[in-house]
């Protein structure tokens, strides 16, 4: 199947509070699927500016959005997808190459997507660095 061509879009910090309303529920969903990131703590990134909004735009709708946030690791500087979501993902899955054009811009040394697993499936060139344990605890209330 042939799908329309998909464009790739940085929203500009100063106008991500007029499109956020649009994607919210895209990137929300993305956060209870995988429980890596509290939405509202990229919620908050992305609107301070300190995460940027990137959507997939096709046609007349928006197909996806992710968020991403430059971080410093003992390796380098690091570009970091916290959450990703959308429909139709063989329409902007090659869009990702975007992303990896403006880390390299910024000088940033990897890429680093925090996701389901199924992500190592789709994702050329990327491969599983490290694990995460999660061990559930219970609460002890005070009574």
């Keep these: ?5 998909s464009m790739l879009a940085c929203v500009d910090p100063g106008q991500v ?3 956020w309303p649009h994607v919210a529920s ?5 956060c209870h699927r995988t429980e890596l990131d509290a ?12 995460s940027l ?29 916290t959450a990703c979501g959308g429909t139709g ?8 190459d975007g992303i990896e054009a403006y880390a390299r811009d910024e000088g940033c040394v990897r890429m680093r997507i ?5 992500w190592l499936r789709v994702l ?3 491969r599983e660095k490290h694990v995460i344990l999660d061990k559930e605890i219970a609460v002890l209330k005070a009574d």
């Design 17 to 19: 509070r007029k499109i």
């Design 53 to 81: 909004l990137w959507l997939a735009w096709g046609g007349q709708a928006i197909q996806a959005a992710a968020a991403t946030v430059l971080i410093n690791s003992e390796i380098g500087k690091v570009c970091v997808i």
């Design 89 to 96: 993902m063989k329409r902007w899955l090659p869009l990702l």
């Design 114 to 118: 925090y996701g389901r697993k199924g």
């Design 39 to 50: 939405f509202e703590d990229i919620e908050a990134d992305v609107l301070s500016g300190r």
């Design 124 to 126: 050329d060139g990327y």
């Design 26 to 30: 895209l990137l929300r969903l993305a």
């Design 1 to 5: 199947m042939t799908y329309p061509q």
